[in-house]
């Protein structure tokens, strides 16, 4: 597979990993319940808990919007990364 390819593809990968991600987390959820403790094996358990913070907690209030931002910055550039570079440029120039 070429880098073209590959850039082309990754829009769909990464809708795709962030949809199965939210469908296995609402099973889960829906499955175990919570306060229901399911063992899986010996030493293996699955347990419904919920983590409101960013590091456990330590951003505190704050975490709402550094998330926001983080994913912000992130996908910002992932789409500079995959905008063809002589297009991008492009977009920018001026005609005197």
Do not use: Y
């Not at 990464?14 to 399911?38: C, E, R, Y």
């Not at 998330?67 to 492009?90: D, E, T």
């Amino acid at each position: 597979m070429t880098l073209s390819a590959a850039k082309r593809l990754a829009p769909l990968l990464i809708l795709a990993a962030f949809g199965l991600d939210q469908l296995s987390k609402t099973w889960a959820h829906s499955f175990v319940g919570p306060g229901n403790v399911i063992a899986v094996f010996p030493g293996f358990n699955l347990v419904a808990i919920t983590n409101s913070g960013v590091a456990f907690g330590l951003a505190g209030e704050a975490a709402p919007a550094i998330l926001i931002a983080i994913g912000v910055l992130l996908s910002s550039m992932l789409g500079i990364w995959l905008v063809p570079r002589q297009h991008l440029w492009h977009r920018f120039e001026v005609v005197i």
